[in-house]
C-alpha cells in the first residue's frame, strides 16, 4: 500500500520531466523506485539491510540476472514455437527495424522487472512467507500478481481465462525463482527475459502492443491457441510452457548455500527472525 501510494506522486512528477530524460527514467523505474523507497522504510523499522530481500549485487547476483534473461527467452521462445508448430501464425519483418528501439525495449522490461519483482516477490512475499508458510504466500501473491495485470473486456471469456492461468503459473514461477536462490536476480532477469522476447517479436506484451524486430501474422486459428491480440501469455501452450518451468523449479533444490529458510508459522507473541537473502 505504501509503493502505490508513492508511485502516484511520482507517476505525475515523472510526466513533468524533459522529454530526454523521460527516455531514461521510463515510468516502470519510477515504480521501482516508489517501491524501493517502501522498503527501504519497513526494512529500517526491522534494522535490516536492503540486501536481505535479495538485492545485494555482486558477481553472484549477476550471474543469476543473467541465467535468468536467457531462462526468461528461452521459456518465450519454447511458446512461440509451439504456437507456430500448431500453423498460429508467421512472422514478416517490421516495417522498420531499428536497432535502437531492442535496445529501449530491453531498459523498459528492466524497469517493468524490478519493478514488479520486488513489489511481488520482495518484502511483502518474503513477510508472508515468514507469516504465512509457503504455499499460502504463494497462493496469495500469485493471485495479486494476477490481478495487478490487465485483462480488456472484449477478449473471449476463454481466452481471458488462459491468460489469467498462465499469470497466475508466472507469479508462482517467479515466486520458486526467488526460492530456490535467495535473491530477486533470478526471478528479475527470467522475467524481464520473457517480456522483451515477446516484444520483440512483435507480439502484444500483457495486452500492450509493442514494436519489435518482426511483426507476427495471426492465422485463423482459435484465440486461445494463438493469444489474439493480447500475446502469448493468452495462448494455452504458455500455460504448458509455465506448467513444465513451476514443475522444474519444484524439483529442483536450488543453489546449497542459497535457498530460502521458512520458519513454521507461529501463533505465538514476538517476531521470529527476518528472513535474509541467502540464509539457509
Known amino acids: 500500500m505504501l509503493a502505490v501510494a508513492l508511485m502516484v506522486p511520482l507517476m505525475m512528477l515523472q510526466t513533468k520531466l524533459p522529454d530526454a530524460v523521460r527516455r531514461v527514467a521510463m515510468q516502470p523505474f519510477v515504480a521501482f523506485l516508489a517501491t524501493l523507497a517502501a522498503t527501504a522504510f519497513c526494512l529500517r523499522r526491522e534494522r535490516q539491510p536492503l540486501a536481505s530481500v535479495g538485492l545485494s549485487g555482486g558477481l553472484r547476483w549477476g550471474r543469476d540476472l543473467g541465467l535468468g534473461l536467457l531462462g526468461g527467452i528461452v521459456l518465450l521462445g519454447a511458446v512461440a514455437l509451439a504456437v507456430r508448430g500448431a500453423d498460429g501464425y508467421h512472422l514478416v519483418p517490421a516495417a522498420v527495424r531499428d536497432g535502437s528501439l531492442l535496445v529501449r525495449s530491453a531498459w523498459m522490461m528492466l524497469g517493468v522487472a524490478l519493478a514488479e519483482e520486488l513489489l511481488f516477490h520482495g518484502y511483502a512475499f518474503q513477510r508472508a512467507l515468514r507469516g504465512m508458510g509457503t504455499l499460502r504466500a504463494q497462493v496469495v501473491l500469485s493471485v495479486l500478481f494476477c490481478l495487478a495485470h490487465p485483462f480488456d473486456d472484449t477478449m473471449a471469456g476463454s481466452t481471458r481465462g488462459?491468460?489469467?492461468?498462465?499469470?497466475?503459473?508466472?507469479?508462482?514461477?517467479?515466486g520458486l525463482c526467488y526460492l530456490r536462490t535467495g535473491q530477486l536476480a533470478?526471478?528479475?532477469?527470467?522475467?524481464?527475459?520473457?517480456?522483451?522476447?515477446?516484444?520483440?517479436?512483435?507480439?502484444?506484451v500483457s495486452g500492450n502492443t509493442s514494436k519489435g524486430w518482426w511483426q507476427p501474422i495471426l492465422h485463423d486459428r482459435a484465440e486461445w491457441l494463438t493469444g489474439g491480440s493480447y500475446g502469448l501469455e493468452a495462448s494455452v501452450a504458455s500455460i504448458v510452457v509455465l506448467g513444465a518451468a513451476v514443475v522444474g523449479l519444484t524439483l529442483w533444490k536450488g543453489f546449497p548455500s542459497a535457498q530460502v529458510s521458512v520458519p513454521a508459522v507461529s501463533s505465538g507473541p514476538g517476531h521470529p527472525p527476518a528472513l535474509g537473502a541467502g540464509q539457509a
Open 162 to 174: 488462459v491468460a489469467m492461468i498462465n499469470t497466475f503459473l508466472a507469479g508462482w514461477m517467479l
Open 186 to 204: 533470478l526471478p528479475v532477469g527470467v522475467h524481464m527475459g520473457w517480456n522483451w522476447a515477446m516484444g520483440c517479436l512483435g507480439f502484444g
